[in-house]
Each structure stands twice: as C-alpha cells, then as structure tokens.
Nanobody, 121 residues
Framework: VQLQASGGGLVQAGGSLRLSCAAS????????MGWFRQTPGKEREFVAA????????YYADSVKGRFTISRDNAKNTVYLQMASLNSEDTAVYYC???????????????WGQGTQVTVSS
C-alpha cells in the first residue's frame, strides 16, 4: 500500500484544516488507519485512529473534541478534520495503515510521507 498525505499548510490559531491520505496499490478497506504527528527532536505521537469498518475511532487526549478522523473506503482515502488549531498542533502529520487498530506507531505497516501543518499564533 502506498499512502499519500496532503492538505497541510499554514493556518492561524483557531483555524481549521483537513488532511487527506490517499491510498494506492491496494484497497485500504481491510486496514485500520491512523494519523500520527512528529516535531523535531521528539518521537512520533499518536493523533487518531479508525477501525477498518469505520465503526470506532480513537483520539489522543490532546486532540479529542477538536479533530475528527473518517474514512471513505470507496475512495480509498482517510481524512483528518482539524479544528480549533493551536501552536502545539504544529508538526509533520503522517498517515499509516495496519492490520490492527493501535495507538503505537510500531503496529502500522505502511506509512505516508507526511504533510507539514504549521499553526501561527
């Protein structure tokens, strides 16, 4: 599975962005999907995940109530809608696919290249 993340950019604090993760090479309909983020010098951290069916979602406490993960298996795409952004959300955001829904990066088998999100205060 090849994953292509897009939709990042520069946004003012309080603003919104929607990230997309388009998959190719294989359908992602049987994969759990996750979003992670990373800043320089820090480990990659969990942001959100969604089961293969979309029946359940998981969020880091820091984004709960502000971010929404969703998927469109017909379009082979996963989304991360981000609202009420603040400077602490500035990071490179990565999407990932795996056979198990997990908060741990090591559980995911396939990774996108990342998209930069910068929140200005």
């Amino acid at each position: 599975v090849q994953l292509q993340a897009s939709g990042g950019g520069l946004v003012q604090a309080g603003g919104s962005l929607r990230l997309s993760c388009a998959a190719s090479g294989r359908t992602i309909s049987s994969y759990a999907m996750g979003w992670f983020r990373q800043t320089p010098g820090k480990e990659r951290e969990f942001v959100a995940a969604i089961r293969w069916s979309g029946s359940r979602t998981y969020y880091a406490d820091s984004v709960k109530g502000r971010f929404t993960i969703s998927r469109d298996n017909a379009k082979n795409t996963v989304y991360l809608q981000m609202a009420s952004l603040n400077s602490e959300d500035t990071a490179v955001y990565y999407c990932a696919a795996g056979t198990t829904t997990s908060l741990a990066p090591r559980a995911y088998d396939f990774w996108g290249q990342g998209t930069q999100v910068t929140v200005s205060s």
